[in-house]
Nanobody, 117 residues
Framework: QVQLVESGGGLVQAGGSLRLSCAAS????????MGWCRQAPGKQREFVAR???????NYADSVKGRFTISRDNARDTVNLQMSNLNPDDTAVYYC???????????WGQGTQVTVSS
C-alpha cells in the first residue's frame, strides 16, 4: 500500500510555469513506478508522464518538451515541472503509483491547475 499527496497546483497565466510535487508514504517508494495524469472538466482522465524505478521517462505528446517528471527516492517524492503552460493544460492533476509488475492503481486526491489566457 502507498499513500500519495499532491501539492503545488494553482492559477498561472499562459506561458507561465508551475511545479507539482507528490509525496508518497506507506511503502518502499523506490520500488514503484510513478506517474501523473490529468482530468479536465467534461473529459476523461489522460496520461501526462511517467517515470520508472530506474528513472526512464515518457510523456504524452501534448506535453513533450514542456513538462519534466523527476523523482527523489531519498525524499519519497515525484515532481512534475511544467513550463510554457497554456489554457489546455487546465485540469486536476493526479499522482499515481505502480508496484513492481503491477498497474498504476494508487492515486492521490489531485491538485487543481488553472491556466488563464
Amino acid at each position: 500500500q502507498v499513500q500519495l499527496v499532491e501539492s503545488g497546483g494553482g492559477l498561472v497565466q499562459a506561458g507561465g510555469s508551475l511545479r507539482l510535487s507528490c509525496a508518497a508514504s506507506g511503502s518502499i517508494f523506490s520500488m514503484y513506478a510513478m506517474g501523473w495524469c490529468r482530468q479536465a472538466p467534461g473529459k476523461q482522465r489522460e496520461f501526462v508522464a511517467r517515470i520508472t524505478r530506474s528513472g526512464n521517462t515518457n510523456y504524452a505528446d501534448s506535453v513533450k518538451g514542456r513538462f519534466t517528471i523527476s523523482r527523489d527516492n531519498a525524499r519519497d517524492t515525484v515532481n512534475l515541472q511544467m513550463s510554457n503552460l497554456n489554457p489546455d493544460d487546465t485540469a486536476v492533476y493526479y499522482c499515481s503509483a505502480a508496484p513492481p509488475n503491477g498497474a498504476f492503481g494508487y492515486w492521490g486526491q489531485g491538485t487543481q491547475v488553472t491556466v488563464s489566457s
